[in-house]
Structure formats: structure tokens, C-alpha cells
């Protein structure tokens, strides 16, 4: 779905208001999966915060192989003792203006062409119609920045240096020591 109207269309019939519950933020639900950024978003979300990068996320786990090395992919928000993303502040996002596409399309994501939506209280809901269309073109966007980051990666993947040792994460920037 390439159109914002027709997206925007999709995500009125699916209906979705914020409940302010926090469980996508707290890693609650059968999917609270890790936040998974590009190394740009998290220099964003890091400098929000008055962080260094290092302490704003951490190496997404799993790993692939690059020329023999085993390598992480990409970068995951950093979370606490109890699994909630660290910027999770009472009931708001410390990082708010700054946070990652993920945060801000939640619950939808599209898999291919098709919307698809994350387990969230506020689904059904009635949406007005601009924020609908502000959903659909941040979705897109999404979709966007995600192709681009991944083409840099295979670029990275394909030519750049690795150091000799330690824990290497790959991302549309190269090759870094975690
Ligand atoms: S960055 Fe903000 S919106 Fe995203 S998971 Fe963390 S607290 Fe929630």
C-alpha cells in the first residue's frame, strides 16, 4: 500500500487511540519485543537524552555472519532491570520528539503491502481523520527509511573493513566494536 489515502482509509476501519497504558513501552504482551533502531535514530534518541550513544541502546540480539565473523545487527533501545525501555518515564516517553519510527507507528507496521497491527488496548478505537493520515504517512516514511538503511547495510556487509576483535555490530555506518 503506497498510497496515504488508502492507508489512512485502512487505519480508520481498524480504528486506534493511545490508552496512555504503557505495555508496548514496558515490553508487556506476547510481542514486546526489543526497539530496534538504525544507528542515526539512535544517536537521535541518545542526544535527546543527554546520553552517550553507548548507554541509549544496545547490540540487537541474534547474530549473522559476515566473511567468517559473527556479527549483531543493528541496535536495540536499552531497557531496564525489568525490561522496560529505559526512556519509559511513569506514564510519557522521556524521548518523546525524538523517538524512533517504531514508537511512532505503534501498533501498525506494514508487511509487505498488507497493514498489520501489534497486540494494543487502544486498537478498535474511532481515530479522527488527520491523525489517520498523519499514521499513514509516518508508516510509509517508515517503510522508506527501512529500505534505505537496508541497502546501506548490504553495502556495509559487502565492503567494509573488520576490526580484528570484539563484539562487532553492523549498521548502515559500517563495522564498530560494540
Ligand atoms: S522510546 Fe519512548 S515510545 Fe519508544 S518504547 Fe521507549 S518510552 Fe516507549
Redesign the pocket.
Same mark, same amino acid.
Given at each position: 500500500m503506497t498510497d496515504v489515502d488508502a492507508l489512512a482509509s485502512e487505519i480508520e476501519r481498524v480504528g486506534f487511540a493511545c490508552t496512555r497504558c504503557?505495555d508496548?513501552?514496558r515490553g508487556v504482551g506476547e510481542d514486546g519485543s526489543l526497539?530496534m533502531v538504525g544507528r542515526a535514530e539512535a544517536r537521535r534518541?541518545a542526544a535527546a537524552a543527554g546520553l552517550p550513544f553507548a548507554g541509549a541502546v544496545v547490540p540487537f540480539p541474534g547474530e549473522i555472519e559476515v566473511r567468517g565473523r559473527a556479527c549483531r545487527l543493528g541496535w536495540a533501545?536499552a531497557r531496564d532491570g525489568e525490561g522496560?525501555? $529505559?526512556?519509559?518515564?511513569g506514564d $510519557?516517553?522521556?524521548?518523546?520528539d525524538? $523517538?524512533?519510527w517504531?514508537? $511512532?507507528t505503534?501498533p501498525f507496521m506494514l508487511d509487505g503491502e498488507e497493514l498489520v497491527a501489534s497486540e494494543c488496548p487502544g486498537l478498535g478505537t474511532p481515530i479522527a481523520e488527520d491523525d489517520a493520515r498523519t499514521l499513514a504517512a509516518d508508516l510509509l516514511a517508515r517503510r522508506a527509511a527501512e529500505e534505505d538503511e537496508a541497502e546501506r547495510v548490504r553495502c556495509v556487509v559487502a565492503s567494509a573493513e573488520l576490526p580484528p576483535d570484539g563484539m562487532l555490530v553492523v549498521d548502515a555506518e559500517g563495522v564498530t566494536r560494540a
Amino acid at each position: 500500500m503506497t498510497d496515504v489515502d488508502a492507508l489512512a482509509s485502512e487505519i480508520e476501519r481498524v480504528g486506534f487511540a493511545c490508552t496512555r497504558c504503557g505495555d508496548c513501552c514496558r515490553g508487556v504482551g506476547e510481542d514486546g519485543s526489543l526497539v530496534m533502531v538504525g544507528r542515526a535514530e539512535a544517536r537521535r534518541v541518545a542526544a535527546a537524552a543527554g546520553l552517550p550513544f553507548a548507554g541509549a541502546v544496545v547490540p540487537f540480539p541474534g547474530e549473522i555472519e559476515v566473511r567468517g565473523r559473527a556479527c549483531r545487527l543493528g541496535w536495540a533501545l536499552a531497557r531496564d532491570g525489568e525490561g522496560a525501555c $529505559r526512556f519509559h518515564d511513569g506514564d $510519557r516517553c522521556a524521548v518523546y520528539d525524538a $523517538r524512533p519510527w517504531i514508537c $511512532r507507528t505503534y501498533p501498525f507496521m506494514l508487511d509487505g503491502e498488507e497493514l498489520v497491527a501489534s497486540e494494543c488496548p487502544g486498537l478498535g478505537t474511532p481515530i479522527a481523520e488527520d491523525d489517520a493520515r498523519t499514521l499513514a504517512a509516518d508508516l510509509l516514511a517508515r517503510r522508506a527509511a527501512e529500505e534505505d538503511e537496508a541497502e546501506r547495510v548490504r553495502c556495509v556487509v559487502a565492503s567494509a573493513e573488520l576490526p580484528p576483535d570484539g563484539m562487532l555490530v553492523v549498521d548502515a555506518e559500517g563495522v564498530t566494536r560494540a
